[in-house]
């Protein structure tokens, strides 16, 4: 009877212990979104870059970098709306621009995302940094909107808003057991922490704008009496420091979604930072964001875990880097050499980089040359995590996983780009179809009156694109058209 006993404690204890152990092989994953990066930035991505960029650097050299990647927009809200869903966010209710600190929840309730997908294959779960894919605000009159909307979209009426009970649709309600977040860009009221959905200093007050000197712009609102906006950045890896340090005692993985605010205006380096790059001050917020990079990965050396942590690094677009300050520091390339800008349908746009360390996994200093998209996240999770996405989940997400392996098989047959203004283009081969002139951004928004009605570019010659074949090649602009349509129409990308 004792020999039954002990063995049936024996095998119970061996179970947990397989238990456990088939927790520890599922990797960490620590997914880095910078804001307004771009893919010239990266001093080993361009080795002309005015900037210095080791832990990025490191991180290349110990992991793979993608050279074709690219954000699922030009611009912020749109980018992020795709690397939680799967999904291109010109299928949601945003057609054009970005959401402000005010404007209600964009995903969907009813929306499947990869918080959800990590929560059902076991993992913690945890957004640190910027959200800026809106909320419900609670009102205090509730007979009456929290928001009403005024001319201006960043002028709204916001008498109503009670900061003091936690917003509802936020991250909490997507999938994440714990968010500290701000609601928009740093550069966006309000100027306040939520820790899962609630204020952490009350009351708000007014809060002065700023516009001056280039760059260093944020908008007037509300405000907490005690946040400060110059130590944002270093307040969330802070945290998110913290919270590594506190889930890698648990048995469970974790997923950290950790949006950062730069080099996103306000361009606000700390002093150490400052006058340390040869791309004014825009170049020392690019170097005081690698800094936070390496405290992530110094944590991670720290507590032994980073062979089996899945590190990424991306941007959600192009840098925000305009001819006058090509003009002031012309040594410096922030996207490359990549036409137009952080908005555009160009590829400064949305050509960016994306780098993933994994060091039991994935072999060292790679470079993939296939496209990707930052929608490509869900499926990729669901690839490692050996999970099948529920129907309609992910529509426009691929896996990257047998590219990370070493598979040359292109994962995608064509990708959408999609511009501030609502212009769209797709990619596919070595085609590139614009369809419509101009930038469809802050570069050249209208185009040419003589110009064509739309755009083709030879990607593998001419990946400055500065030769429109047009008008040279009807039969390719009309079968890329055609795809774009459908694509648009029919709800998920091809496969």
């Keep these: 009877m004792k020999r039954q006993l002990y063995l049936g404690l024996f095998l119970t204890l ?59 927009s030009a611009v912020c809200t749109p980018t992020r709306y795709g690397i939680l869903t799967g999904r291109y966010a010109f299928r949601s209710t945003l057609k054009k621009g970005v959401l402000n600190g005010y404007s209600p929840a964009l995903i969907e309730e009813s929306r499947y995302t990869v918080a959800n997908l990590a929560k059902a294959a076991g993992y913690q779960t945890a957004i640190i940094g910027k959200w800026h894919l809106g909320f419900n605000w609670t009102p205090i009159d509730g007979t009456k909107k929290a928001i009403t909307p005024g001319e201006d979209q960043y002028k709204p009426d916001l008498s109503n808003v009670n900061y003091q009970v936690p917003v509802k649709t936020g991250p909490n309600q997507n ?8 609601a928009a860009s740093l550069d966006m009221p309000p100027y306040t922490y939520l820790e899962n959905g609630k ?57 950290l979604y950790l949006p950062l605010t730069s080099p996103h205006t306000p361009w606000l380096p ?21 800094d936070a990079v390496g405290r992530i990965l110094k944590t991670l050396d720290s507590l032994g875990i980073a062979k089996n942590t899945i590190v990424i690094f991306t941007s959600d677009n192009g840098a925000d880097w305009k001819p006058g300050d090509e003009k002031e520091y012309p040594l410096h390339h922030a996207n490359y050499i990549f ?10 746009g949305h050509h960016i980089p994306l780098i993933v360390r994994w060091p039991a996994s994935v072999k060292a200093n790679r470079t993939i040359s296939q496209i990707t998209c930052l929608t490509d996240l ?18 426009d997400s691929f896996n990257l996983q047998p590219a990370l ?91």
């Design 14 to 72: 061996a179970s947990f212990a397989c238990l456990a152990q088939g927790n520890q092989q599922k990797p960490n994953v620590i997914y880095i979104l910078a804001d307004d990066m771009g893919y010239g930035d990266i001093k080993k991505l361009n080795a002309d870059a005015q900037v210095s960029t080791p832990n990025l650097d490191r991180l290349i050299n110990e992991g793979a970098v993608f050279t074709n990647a690219h954000s699922g």
């Design 175 to 182: 999938g994440f057991d714990y968010s500290y977040i701000i």
């Design 199 to 255: 204020s952490t200093s009350l009351p708000l007050v007014p809060f002065k704008g700023s516009n001056s000197p280039r760059g260093v712009f944020w908008r007037a609102g509300p405000a907490a009496e005690n946040f400060v906006i110059e130590k944002t950045l270093d307040v969330f890896i802070a945290k998110a420091q913290d919270y590594v340090v506190k889930a890698s005692t648990k048995k469970e993985p974790f997923f």
């Design 270 to 290: 700390a002093d150490k930072f400052k006058n340390t790059s040869k791309a004014g001050i825009y170049g020392d917020f690019v170097q005081h964001t690698d």
């Design 339 to 348: 036409r137009g800008e952080k908005s555009d349908i160009w590829e400064g």
């Design 378 to 395: 869900m499926a990729t999770f669901a690839g490692i995590t050996n999970q099948k996405l529920p129907a309609g989940a992910g529509p």
């Design 405 to 495: 392996m070493g598979d040359v098989k292109p994962v995608r047959e064509s990708i959408i780009h999609h511009s501030i203004d609502g212009m769209f283009a797709i990619r596919k081969g070595k085609w590139k179809f614009i369809d419509g002139k101009g930038s469809g951004g802050w570069s050249m928004k209208k185009g040419k009156p003589d110009d064509p009605d739309g755009q083709l570019y030879d990607m593998e010659k001419d990946e400055r694109e500065t030769i429109n074949l047009y008008t040279k090649y009807p039969l390719i602009v009309k079968e890329l058209k055609a795809l774009l349509e459908k694509q648009k129409e029919q709800g998920y990308s091809d496969r």
